[in-house]
């Protein structure tokens, strides 16, 4: 099993050329194709034009702003992708940006994204993007932090793991990586609690067979929160290793069409430093 299919989401941000060199320092690992993905946002009036007359320049204007970055992306992308050598495509496509970039992703075997900064929304726009897709559409997400160069990443892989679907998922999409990896950690957060999950006589063991069945070299590792917030645990167990990937299983539930995400799905999305493999 390999990946052969990757999207990457492309936004016109300062960080997107960093997700394309992601995305295609995946796709040179298995002679995979590349797509990028341009999603052109839905026309925006102000609230108070409405019901009133809209001016023709607004909208010239809008399509204008549009089509100049959706033009400008298209160009980087694409010089981007020959620069690699990598196959790829160009995609442009009108409508809410996560219901666009969730049916594209059902057809990829991993959708490379942004992590987005509601604080920034110019420079890092959509930080629910990575969360809708991961939550809706039954593939894996790379999220990419807002900060950093990630080159031939997946080098040494933390994997999260709890016995749950989820985190089941994520392993099973990852194998392609883990496969390649020249080093995998799998860690427990809390093996003893029941919301940890059952994980046996010896935490993490049965996973690190599963994983070492497939020719990986695996370790297994164990640690207690002790109260702390477990999403700072694993970033900074990730950090003691030196690991350059996590993985690991998405988590929440939908509520009136927006995903309530739980505590360590969020801190990995927000604050991880390195590149984040999720599932749901």
Same mark, same amino acid.
Not at 29 to 37: E, K, N
Not at 96 to 111: G, K, N
């Given at each position: 099993?390999?990946?052969?299919?990757?999207?990457?989401?492309?936004?016109?941000?300062?960080?997107?050329?960093?997700?394309?060199?992601?995305?295609?320092?995946?796709? !040179?690992?298995?002679?995979?194709?590349?797509?990028?993905?341009?999603?052109?946002?839905?026309?925006?009036?102000?609230?108070?034009?409405?019901?009133?007359?809209?001016?023709? #320049?607004?909208?010239?204007?809008?399509?204008?702003?549009?089509?100049? &970055?959706?033009?400008?992306?298209?160009?980087?992308? &694409?010089?981007?992708?020959?620069?690699?050598?990598?196959?790829?495509?160009?995609?442009?496509?009108?409508?809410?940006?996560?219901?666009?970039?969730? &049916?594209?992703?059902?057809?990829?075997? !991993?959708?490379?994204?942004?992590?987005?900064?509601?604080? #920034?929304?110019?420079?890092?726009?959509?930080?629910?993007?990575?969360?809708?897709?991961?939550?809706?559409?039954?593939?894996?997400?790379?999220?990419?932090?807002?900060?950093?160069?990630?080159?031939?990443?997946?080098?040494?892989?933390?994997?999260?793991?709890?016995?749950?679907?989820?985190?089941?998922?994520?392993?099973?999409?990852? !194998?392609?990586?883990?496969?390649?990896?020249?080093?995998?950690?799998?860690?427990?957060?809390?093996?003893?609690?029941?919301?940890?999950?059952?994980?046996?006589?010896?935490?993490?063991?049965?996973?690190?067979?599963?994983?070492?069945?497939?020719?990986?070299?695996?370790?297994?590792?164990?640690?207690?929160?002790?109260?702390?917030?477990?999403?700072?645990?694993?970033?900074?167990?990730?950090?003691?290793?030196?690991?350059?990937?996590?993985?690991?299983?998405?988590?929440?539930?939908?509520?009136?069409?927006?995903?309530?995400?739980?505590?360590?799905?969020?801190?990995?999305?927000?604050?991880?430093?390195?590149?984040?493999?999720?599932?749901?």
């Amino acid at each position: 099993m390999s990946l052969k299919n990757i999207l990457v989401h492309v936004d016109g941000s300062e960080r997107c050329e960093e997700h394309v060199s992601v995305a295609c320092d995946f796709a !040179l690992r298995s002679d995979a194709h590349v797509s990028g993905l341009f999603v052109i946002p839905e026309p925006f009036y102000p609230l108070y034009t409405d019901g009133a007359y809209i001016p023709e #320049d607004l909208i010239l204007s809008q399509e204008a702003e549009t089509k100049a &970055r959706g033009e400008a992306s298209e160009k980087k992308f &694409r010089e981007a992708t020959a620069k690699a050598g990598a196959h790829a495509e160009w995609r442009t496509e009108q409508g809410p940006l996560s219901s666009v970039v969730t &049916r594209h992703a059902r057809y990829a075997d !991993l959708s490379v994204v942004g992590a987005g900064d509601l604080g #920034d929304p110019v420079t890092y726009p959509n930080p629910f993007l990575a969360a809708d897709v991961a939550m809706s559409s039954g593939r894996p997400v790379l999220v990419v932090p807002n900060k950093g160069h990630f080159e031939g990443i997946g080098r040494h892989i933390l994997v999260c793991w709890n016995t749950s679907r989820e985190a089941v998922r994520a392993v099973n999409d990852a !194998l392609p990586l883990l496969e390649a990896a020249e080093k995998v950690t799998v860690l427990v957060v809390n093996p003893d609690k029941m919301a940890s999950g059952d994980h046996g006589a010896i935490p993490s063991a049965d996973i690190a067979l599963h994983l070492a069945r497939h020719g990986i070299k695996v370790e297994a590792a164990s640690t207690t929160s002790n109260g702390d917030d477990v999403g700072s645990i694993i970033l900074s167990r990730a950090a003691d290793l030196g690991a350059d990937m996590i993985v690991c299983g998405a988590y929440g539930h939908s509520r009136t069409r927006e995903w309530i995400l739980g505590g360590v799905t969020r801190t990995l999305i927000e604050t991880s430093p390195v590149p984040v493999f999720m599932s749901h």
